[in-house]
């Protein structure tokens, strides 16, 4: 944002796709000047700041399955592309299976924000401070995708490639989010740390997933994923590696926190150094860790 | 430049109107409709000034093109009070003393009703909560946090 | 003080109504400067900005903008070469040699779209000679700065000014009581330190927005959200080259002002522009972005504090150097600069002080009014400095404050006696409520919980002959309406006017409308809704008017009824005799008058009560020693106290609760003053937290909600005390002084104090980000 931010949306021509292969079709042909948008929670801000002149605006809210949100006891969740954060937060189903979902959208700027907003826009903006973005790695999701030679399938997982960018081709369609089944017996935690209580873009976003699991030597397997410290939300591997292979204790959950803290690349901007960053990367991921052993030790065991 | 056509539904009133794609719902109330109850904050979807029911959930109209619109129900302050006799939330508001320069109160009025809608029993918590989109500098919040407590009573 | 509450209060004095605009503004009817049409003629202005923080403009080619298909009119600063300013006119409309910061006017587009108007910007053509910039208002004060305003020696200034030429100091003013210098020997105890307050922005809700008509004979009619037509119908006539009388500002509802809207600053560019376009109306609104960077901003402030007290706690001395980082025009900032002055040794009776205060012009965004006019700047370290004080003479902050703070007759900083005073009463209160030296354990184990109070004072700033002015007159059904000046920004003023208006006459409250929008065509002149004068200015101007009303009323009757005057009133809008126990309903006489008997003819006349309001006694202060017969017209007084929790491991401050006490002289409306306190509370701990605007070689970093943040529904403490203290003003309506500003200057401090009490540590100044405590608490090793 600058002074010179547009008092209005500049102009461009709204384009409403009768399908999915109109849409793909459209955006292919105009690669350049074509955007497909969702809420346009973010793509209108960037439009009055002057940070994108799109000349055709895709609306792709109402293509096939896009405001579906449908939960499967043995194969997971999917949430289509338009789905708002509020229906995903007032689902049952989510309550019930990823309450970390419903807790992530809910911490996103304010009710009447997320009645626009989407969970899949907030994964292709790919802003290194998406709220929701952690609890999607953390779960493993991947995405429905149409693009010009029809529907495939991509894990979120390699979805990234930096700041406002991802693999997403001229043509692609964010249709959906899917998610596995959420490991047996999991909690989880979003830690947002905002400069006010609520509504803030995140100075730092935790994530922190966690459950047991026969497999890891201590018994348990943690998901961590940081937001708003390196140019994308990402999984600190090296941190979750030592929680896996270390017998569960304050210290081990410690040893994390420091080498989530180190594997982390913030940057200082407006909203908080980076000294102060990896200090709160540190200190919430512990708080977050133990939040969550502490939930797992008073489960009955399975 | 292409013009669309759509109908909406303002306040119980169908409308058909003919607007540019670049048009907000913001301004096609504002400025087509001479509904200027709603406010013009921040047009950065920030401030909640401009708040308005959609299909009877809460926007932030500024964030809304009008072209979307097509076909919508939209509610805004002026469609609160039936028959000159006031919505709860805005006696509440009222009584409470909860308006000061009243800019945002349009934008809170409508918070708080749709508010109410989805949970007729709002803790303290819920309140806060439900109106963190929609800035206040005069009152410091605590009125009509505790108008929209009022109001749950009243409904 | 015994004399003034016995005085008879009459209803609904006192008696907490509902605002009397509070029907329009729920429904969406109450109007706002956006929301009035202008019709199909209009035109949409935008401005040309500098991007550069401190240049000569060497070339300024306008004629391809001037070109493009829809553009009607577009001004330079070649159009308007006229000076316009407050306190000190040191501002063109546009600029016209020279850049002062990134923002600045300088070139003015209307076209018939708001998009060509736009685009239109992009094609006028700058060519800039980047000038060495400054960006500290200490070094900026050197001898070796360079100069911002080369000029500044020919500028007209007010009398109590004293720009320094061939400086960039626009005001020096200066305290010299008694004998500092020679004071510190005997001092038990000294403490100095310096303090930093960032620059903030008001964040009125509503932007500002300015519609301007210029018609064929150059008169010129204005509609904006303002807190000061009057003012901007005299300086914008001026700058313009035209008498006062040729131009009417109209100004409906304010969303918002807090100092923001105060004097001029956008509206006279829709002016300037509009003038190029005669008989058709152009609208300037601005963006958020431009609200913050464009219009008005608090000025940043570097203080130095030196005080000293004897071993008994009695303040001996202080002496205080305030730079004030005025930005690039300090028009109105040079009177801020000189309250900090008068008001510089705090609520304390102090008998050595010097103190400099200084206004200094850097290429930041224009420095200007706002809550609190540089109090809650000052206050917030010294009253810190305050706690220093007493914790090294091992004394407790409150009883240190209830020693040394003003009482009735107290001898200001200025040399003159204090007028009475309920602070003390206002220390009780606050510590009392927050329950003073009780230490509750934290809500968790990783927080620490701390309490801290700080006091204040504040005078209205403003000429010492600003005036108010207001007329009552009544309708055939007996209903009043009063014509004021002043100007509703929400505190509301217009719901007090007509409480004393029905008051001071004998009618119902409900009998009451006040005459709206201000229009400086039909309203009664008023100087500026600003300083929290009006309750006590215009309240006065309306009582007045509201007294001549009711003479003539009574007149009449008691003419017609061959009684004494003094044996009417009029009660619930009739006139009744306590003598012959008669009585007529107002709305018999106020417009058609009385008949005389036996059909001999009639009495009377539509009844019309002026009434104006002007302080006499304010005097001239010694421009060397500050000192002088009477500084200002009054002080409020109050006391704000806080419990707060530190996390320790975030850095996050969470306010649990607040008590506010102050004295208000009388409540006129106490749900009113509650209201302001509590507003005023949370945007006074919202600017402690949250705020502040990031500069960065003069570019603010942050114009946006995005990332400039104000408190939340959120943030809003769970409990906040509110307690009005009424020692009544001697000129006052009914006692009353102004609430409006005093309830955010002691806030930070008070944070402040809360901080230091829970962990330890202090702050160079605010925002107390969750970040900069943190990082001062791992600096301190109080977390690892």
């Not at chain 3, 004393?500 to 709206?516: C, K, Q």
Request: net charge negative.
């Amino acid at each position: 944002m600058a002074i010179d931010t547009h008092p209005s949306l500049p102009e461009f021509e709204y384009i409403r796709p009768a399908t999915l292969s109109e849409a793909s079709e459209f955006l292919a042909n105009h690669a350049t000047e074509a955007r497909p948008f969702l809420g346009g929670t973010d793509v209108f801000v960037r439009m009055r700041d002057g940070a994108l002149a799109p000349r055709f605006l895709v609306d792709v809210k109402h293509l096939d399955g896009t405001g579906d949100l449908h939960f499967d006891p043995r194969s997971g969740l999917i949430i289509g592309a338009a789905v708002n954060m509020n229906r995903v937060i007032a689902s049952p189903d989510v309550q019930a299976h990823y309450p970390l979902l419903a807790q992530a959208c809910r911490t996103v700027a304010s009710y009447q924000l997320r009645t626009r907003a989407t969970i899949v826009g907030n994964l292709c903006n790919a802003s290194p401070a998406g709220d929701t973005i952690g609890a999607c790695l953390a779960f493993d999701a991947h995405l429905h995708i149409h693009g010009v030679s029809g529907p495939r399938e991509e894990p979120l997982s390699s979805f990234f490639l930096g700041p406002g960018r991802t693999v997403l081709k001229p043509g692609d369609i964010v249709t959906a989010i899917q998610f596995p089944l959420p490991p047996a017996g999991c909690t989880g935690v979003y830690l947002k740390l905002g400069r006010n209580r609520l509504s803030d873009l995140s100075i730092v976003g935790v994530t922190a997933l966690g459950g047991p699991d026969a497999a890891c030597p201590s018994g348990y397997r943690f998901r961590l994923a940081l937001a708003s410290v390196a140019p994308v939300p990402f999984v600190p591997a090296a941190a979750e590696a030592y929680l896996a292979g270390n017998a569960l204790s304050t210290e081990t959950i410690h040893q994390a926190a420091c080498l989530a803290a180190e594997a982390c690349t913030p940057i200082d901007d407006v909203r908080g150094g980076a000294r102060y960053r990896k200090q709160m990367v540190r200190n919430l991921s512990e708080r977050a860790l133990l939040t969550i052993w502490k939930t797992l030790a008073a489960q009955p065991a399975a | 430049m292409v013009v669309h056509s759509i109908e909406v539904t303002v306040n119980g009133e169908p409308r058909q109107i003919a607007i540019p794609p670049s048009m907000t719902l913001l301004r096609l109330l504002r400025e087509s409709l001479a509904l200027t109850g709603t406010k013009n904050g921040c047009a950065a979807g920030e401030c909640g000034a401009c708040t308005v029911l959609l299909n009877g959930e809460p926007v932030n109209s500024c964030m809304v093109l009008a072209v979307e619109c097509d076909g919508a129900q939209i509610v805004t302050v002026e469609g609160l009070a039936q028959d000159s006799r006031l919505d709860p939330v805005q006696q509440a508001i009222i009584d409470a003393g909860g308006v000061q320069c009243g800019f945002c109160t349009p934008g809170i009025l409508i918070s708080s009703r749709a508010l109410l809608d989805r949970n007729p029993e709002p803790s303290e918590e819920d309140i806060r909560e439900a109106l963190v989109g929609n800035l206040c500098r005069c009152t410091g919040y605590l009125r009509i946090i505790e108008a929209v407590r009022l109001a749950a009573q009243t409904y | 003080m015994a004399e003034a509450q016995a005085q008879n209060i009459p209803s609904p004095v006192g008696e907490s109504k509902p605002r009397i605009d509070a029907r329009q503004k729920v429904t969406g009817s109450a109007v706002f400067a956006d929301d009035i049409p202008h019709g199909n003629a209009l035109l949409y202005a935008r401005i040309k900005r500098s991007s550069r923080p401190h240049a000569l403009i060497r070339r300024l080619d306008v004629n391809k903008a001037r070109a493009l298909p829809g553009v009607k009119a577009v001004v330079t600063g070649e159009d308007f070469p006229g000076y316009i300013g407050l306190y000190l006119q040191d501002r063109h409309i546009f600029c016209r040699d020279r850049v002062r910061y990134v923002g600045d006017p300088i070139a003015g587009v209307a076209a018939t779209s708001e998009e060509i108007a736009e685009k239109a910007l992009d094609l006028i053509e700058v060519e800039y000679e980047d000038l060495e910039p400054v960006f500290d208002p200490e070094s900026g004060a050197s001898d070796s700065s360079p100069l911002l305003h080369p000029e500044l020696g020919q500028y007209a200034a007010a009398n109590f000014i004293f720009p320094q030429a061939g400086t960039n100091i626009s005001n020096h003013f200066r305290i010299r009581k008694g004998d500092a210098d020679s004071a510190w020997d005997e001092c038990a105890a000294v403490i100095e330190r310096r303090y930093h307050v960032p620059h903030i922005q008001h964040v009125p809700i509503e932007p500002h927005v300015a519609a301007a008509q210029v018609d064929v004979t150059g008169e010129i009619t204005l509609w904006c959200s303002s807190q000061s037509p009057f003012a901007q119908r005299n300086l914008i006539a001026q700058a313009m080259g035209i008498p006062q009388s040729r131009m009417r500002v109209i100004a409906p509802f304010v969303g918002g002002g807090f100092g923001g809207k105060a004097g001029v600053s956008m509206e006279s560019l829709a002016v300037a522009i509009a003038s190029k376009v005669k008989g058709r109306p152009v609208k300037l609104l601005a963006t958020r972005e431009e609200e913050f960077v464009t219009t008005f901003v608090r000025q940043g402030l570097v203080a130095y504090f030196k005080m000293g007290c004897d071993s008994d706690g009695h303040l001996l001395a202080m002496e205080n150097r305030f730079y004030w980082d005025g930005g690039a025009y300090t028009e109105y900032g040079v009177n801020i600069t000189r309250a900090s002055g008068y008001s510089s040794s705090g609520p304390y009776e102090v008998p050595n002080v010097k103190a400099d205060a200084y206004c200094v012009y850097t290429n930041h965004p224009v420095g200007g009014p706002m809550r609190g006019f540089g109090m809650p700047e000052m206050h917030a370290g010294l009253e810190q400095c305050i706690d220093e004080l007493a914790q090294q003479i091992g004394m407790d902050a409150v009883e240190f404050r209830r020693i040394n703070c003003l009482k009735t007759g107290s001898i200001l900083v200025t040399g003159s006696q204090m007028h009475p005073t309920g602070l003390p009463q206002c220390i009780e209160k606050a510590a009392e409520a927050i329950e003073w030296g009780r230490k509750d354990p934290p809500s968790a184990p990783n927080k620490r919980r701390g309490k801290g109070l700080a006091l204040m004072w504040k005078a209205p700033a403003m000429p010492p002959n600003a005036g108010s002015s207001a007329w009552v007159e009544l309708s055939e059904d007996g209903m009043v309406n009063v014509g004021i000046g002043g100007q509703d920004l929400g505190q509301g003023v217009f719901t007090v006017a007509a409480q004393m208006a029905a008051g001071a006459l004998g009618v119902p409250y409900e009998s009451v409308r006040i005459a709206t929008p201000v229009d400086t065509r039909y309203s009664p002149y008023e100087w500026q809704t600003v300083a929290s004068r009006l309750t006590w200015s215009l309240g006065n101007a309306v009582v007045n008017a509201a007294s001549d009303a009711r003479r003539q009323i009574l007149d009449i009757v008691a003419e017609a009824w061959e009684e004494s005057p003094d044996d009417l009133d009029i009660v619930n809008g009739v006139v009744v005799s306590f003598r012959s126990e008669r009585e007529i309903a107002l709305k018999s006489l106020v417009i058609y008058g009385m008949p005389k008997p036996d059909d001999q003819g009639w009495r009377g006349g539509p009844i019309v009560g002026r009434g104006s309001f002007m302080p006499t006694y304010v005097t001239g202060l010694d421009p060397e020693t500050g000192q002088g017969a009477r500084a200002v017209v009054h002080y409020t007084t109050g006391a704000q106290a806080v419990e707060i929790e530190v996390d320790l491991e975030t850095g996050r401050i969470d306010v649990l609760r607040g008590a506010s006490a102050f004295d208000v002289g009388r409540a006129i409306n106490p749900e009113l003053v509650r209201a302001q306190m509590e507003g005023g509370f949370v945007q006074g701990m919202s600017s402690a937290l949250f705020e502040s605007l990031q500069l960065r070689d003069g570019v603010v970093r942050n114009p946006s909600f995005v990332d400039y943040r104000i408190a939340t529904s959120a943030d809003a403490p769970q409990e906040l005390q509110t307690f009005i203290i009424e020692v009544p003003q001697e000129d006052g309506p009914w006692g009353a002084r102004g609430i409006g500003e005093h309830s955010m200057v002691p806030t930070i401090a008070a944070i402040a104090n809360a901080i230091y009490d829970a962990v330890g540590i202090r702050l160079d100044g605010p925002p107390f980000t969750a970040e900069k405590v943190y990082l001062a608490m791992l600096d301190a090793g109080i977390v690892q």
